[in-house]
């Protein structure tokens, strides 16, 4: 079988309901584990998400065009409602008789984890139910806005539910996130970069945790960019290469040196990077050299390479 998940809004403009939680975030987490359970099972599934619109209109219009290029057998579109904080309970939208037998068996399945039966309803009014070539549903799973809906829900069993209404099929259990240790690769490289103070995209010191993650590749990308390399963020032998020259605190005077520890040098004091020690750098050495108090000479030496790195 071939399904179409549309998980519901998340394209701005066209955004979901607001309650004790959003919708955006509900759809997202539900519809995400919709897709990979029916594809654990062996369906196959289009994600009908489009990554960005101009309209609402345009948002609705680009998700029923992927399920109706992409032929799927059927198309389910997944929500959740917000009213008066007080209404709560499931209902599924459907406007034909195969939709309906679609429909009935995904809200009996939604009401047994406990929420109020609101049951199959017309949709012959959305759109999303309106243009599509295939069979259409859209669910919406509860009520954003309802303590008593919001105490019920878990992304995980509804997830479940969806899929074996849609199947008849249990979906089986997600494997248990692989454990993530830290590393002593990824630790030196975040006490180095601090130590170079190069920060992440945000400007911020890097967490010395030993955890890849996304503020630790900006910072490498950044201290690649300062080095002239190619920045994958990946720090691999010719970054580390680059590094150790810096460290090795080279003494660096005006018309003599060139490389890595020049360009680190010229980015510490504010100058534009080529690597070549020039008019320019040396200006930008001999102000840093005042303001830290030091000999006032133009040469990098140990006392330069103290204030800069340690």
Sequence with gaps: MKYGI??????????????????????MAVGTRVINKLRSLGHTVVSCLPRSASSVTNSLWQRCNVANLNRVDVFVSIHFNAFNRTVNGTEVFAASETGEKIAAPVLREIVALGFNNRGVKNGAHLYVIRNTSSPAILVECCFCDSKRDMD???PEKMANAIVKG????????????AVVRPSAEVLELQR????????????????????????TTSATQRLQAILGLVTDGVAGDRTWINVRQILAKPILRPNQTSGPAVRYVQYRVGVDIDGIYGPGTLAAVQRFQSQNKLTVDGIIGPQVWAALIG
Excluded: C
């Excluded at 549309?6 to 759809?27: C, L, Q, S, V």
């Design 152 to 154: 019920l829900f878990d």
């Design 192 to 215: 180095t970069l601090n130590r170079l103070r190069i920060p992440d995209r945000n400007g911020q010191r890097l967490a010395e945790d030993g955890f890849a993650g996304s503020a």
């Design 6 to 27: 549309d998980i519901g809004h998340n394209a701005p403009p066209d955004t979901g309901a607001r309650g004790i939680r959003f919708e955006d975030e509900m759809t």
């Design 166 to 177: 849609l199947t008849g099929q249990v979906p089986k259990p997600e494997p248990p996130p």
